[in-house]
């Protein structure tokens, strides 16, 4: 091959998508025509609500919006976001210095690390953690160091453990890090944390001098009374942190790529100066719908977590009817399910191929979001009670054979 030696380091650098790996897997079963239950990938289900939907009918039919938008998002949907965190948490934000409209938080994140991180810069993120965490600092050419994500059998968050292993990080690291990235409710794990969680971060923060870039996307998920907390509730966080919110899970609107990331002026701004050399902003009446979704009536957002919780819970009865105990999660759309004993030999590379094979059940490799995974698979809410019943059923049968 006449170009052989030419190389592209930053892609080397990135993992292939550990995913990529089981999907290949189920779409080679489905093209055999075999019926796979498919709960791999957070990818909602139900329908966008249907004010949402007509309101981005009306604005598409009208003459002006169909030229380039703005890039940090449109006036209008900034303010309706500030007015979410304002409702929700009695935070105040500035739509013009604080708040840009992203493409989805995964297209922020990569962003707004192309922006502010310096080659060899290091950030901190826990493990496991959603891949994009990590990889954004890969992609920008910083360096990234692992800590566990501390947490017990039922998925409780042991606040004082992660300080000691952050804290350790600070002290024996060189360079010394400059990002912590934190994201709960969780992704993987589903674990939550308390307010308190972010006073002491921040203020940390403050001590060490980084800043904090967190990850509030299943924040409306919640469950049993559950409240999601926001950096921003704690005082001077702005000073120190950004947090990214979305509208892909509360809203079913995955596909439409709509969120933000708010905080930091410093932060907000170099992420919107690379955002204007990148694209010039969503389609205008994407926007505009997103606005009617955070303004508009909220019952469908209490409908669709809901919905969740039932899923929840019937998905964790089956399946421990079925012989697989899972601890039940506080938030989220997942299950971290820990690898049945019988299985637990196989790792969860291996036991997700398996349950693929064997069971037509898909789910996603504990493995593919960090080693401190390889115990467990993610399980997503995302399928019916009448398939989540013959996923059980599938899954029975096979632990018997194993």
């Known amino acids: 091959e006449m170009f052989d ?69 449109i006036y209008k949907l900034r303010l309706a976001c500030a007015n979410w965190y304002k409702r929700k948490y009695g935070v105040i934000l500035d739509p013009e210095s604080e708040i840009v409209a992203v493409m989805g938080s995964k297209e922020g994140f990569v962003h707004l690390t192309s922006a502010i991180v310096n080659p060899g810069d290091v950030a901190v ?43 350790r990080t600070f002290d024996e690291s060189i360079p010394r890090p400059k990002y912590v990235v934190v994201n709960f409710p969780h992704n993987p794990t589903t674990v939550v944390v308390q307010k308190s969680f972010y006073e002491r971060l921040v203020a940390m923060a403050r001590q060490e001098r980084f800043y904090i870039i967190s990850d509030i996307a299943y924040a409306e998920i919640a469950f049993e009374g559950y409240k999601t907390p926001s950096i921003f509730e704690v005082q001077g966080a702005k000073d120190v942190a950004v947090e990214a919110y979305t509208l892909s899970k509360s809203y079913n609107m995955a596909g439409w790529r709509v ?71 506080s938030a989220s759309m997942f299950a971290w399910a820990k ?19 064997k069971a037509r059940v898909a789910v996603s490799p504990g493995v593919g979001f960090g080693a401190a995974g390889d115990d467990y698979v993610r399980i997503a809410f995302i399928e019916n009670e009448n398939r989540t019943r013959q996923a059980a059923r599938n899954i029975k049968k096979y632990l018997k054979e194993i």
């Open 5 to 73: 030696e030419i190389r592209f380091s930053k892609i080397e650098r990135l993992p292939n998508y550990v995913f990529a790996e089981v999907n290949a897997i189920k779409m080679v079963a489905r093209r055999a025509g075999e019926d796979i239950i498919d709960f791999s990938m957070g990818n909602p289900d139900g329908r966008t609500p249907q004010h949402i939907i007509d309101k981005l009918c009306e604005s598409a039919q009208k003459d002006k919006t169909h030229g380039y938008s703005v890039s940090q998002g």
């Open 339 to 357: 690898l049945p004993p019988v299985a637990a030999h196989l790792r969860s590379m291996e036991f997700s191929k398996q349950l693929l094979t």
């Open 259 to 329: 969120g933000f990331v708010s905080g930091n002026k410093k932060l907000v701004a170099a992420l919107k100066k690379i955002k204007s050399w990148f694209d010039y902003g969503m389609f205008t009446p994407i926007q505009v719908a997103a606005t009617i979704a955070l303004n508009g009536p909220q019952e469908c957002v209490e409908e669709i977590r809901a919905s969740y919780e039932k899923r929840r819970n019937f998905l964790i009865d089956a399946f421990a009817d079925a012989g697989w105990v899972i601890a039940k999660p």
């Open 125 to 167: 993120v826990p493990d496991p953690a959603y891949p994009i965490h990590t990889q954004a600092f890969i992609i920008a050419g910083g360096n990234v160091v692992k800590i566990p994500l501390a947490y017990d059998e039922n998925l409780n968050f042991n606040e004082n453990k992660f300080f000691i292993d952050l804290q």
